[in-house]
Antibody
């Protein structure tokens, strides 16, 4: 069965970077794209970016364009989202999600990773 | 960037009642609109894609309609497990933001 398992909770200081992993199983990693979405406390879901796990092409939200890097390691069937220059406003739950066959929606999601930014 | 506006922000209903949620986009997205359900402590759950197609395993009480700029998610008869926040997301072009969400709460 398809599963996306994310890395554990992180606590970071302002100005630091965080790298969240998303290990895929139950399907061919390079055949599907991965999206990253976050939700800060009391806020809406926020789309951050996307990677075509087959060719490594990426797209990012303009809001995060200069701070986020999304990558994939096909040998490990794992996707990564790295966010730099963290502030308290980056405290959020970060989700990875697989884009479904045919696109235009995400059918499987990771369990979420809480990132807390605090001095 | 296409902006999605959901209304109402909160819907207070009783189990068994019908819920009608609206999502309006700032420009036409054709039928490329997706709906998700989100509960606290859980990952979002795909409900509807391409405006009106139910995802696998989604009960028939959930239905989606609309095209262009106006979309509706209808829950025909609310079950206790349906009380959650619902988000729409456009998939017409990049970037692909979510709407602000509608919270369906128990009256």
């Amino acid at each position: 069965q398809v599963q996306l398992v994310q890395s554990g909770a992180e606590v970071k200081k302002p100005g630091a970077s965080v790298k969240v992993s998303c290990k895929a199983s139950g399907y061919t990693f390079t055949s599907y794209s991965i999206h990253w979405v976050r939700q800060a406390p009391g806020q809406r879901l926020e789309w951050m970016g996307w990677i075509n796990a087959g060719n490594g092409n990426t797209k990012y939200s303009q809001k995060f364009q200069d701070r986020v890097t999304i990558t994939g390691d096909s040998s490990a069937s794992t996707g990564y989202m790295e966010l730099s220059r963290l502030t308290s406003e980056d405290t959020a739950i970060y989700y990875c999600a697989r884009e479904a066959p045919g696109g235009r929606r995400e059918d499987y999601w990771g369990q979420g990773t809480l990132v807390t930014v605090s001095s | 960037e296409i902006v999605l506006t959901q209304s109402p922000a909160t819907l207070s209903l009783s189990p068994g009642e019908r819920a009608t949620l609206s999502c309006r986009t700032s420009q036409s997205v054709g039928s490329q609109l997706t709906w998700y359900q989100h509960k606290p402590g859980q990952a979002p759950r795909l409900l509807i894609y391409d405006a009106s197609n139910r995802a696998a395993g989604i009960p028939a009480r959930f239905s989606g309609s609309g095209s262009g700029t106006d979309f509706t998610l209808t829950i025909s008869s609310l079950e206790p497990e349906d009380f959650a926040v619902y988000y729409c997301q456009q998939r017409y072009n990049w970037p692909i933001p979510f709407g602000g969400g509608t919270k369906v709460e128990i009256k």
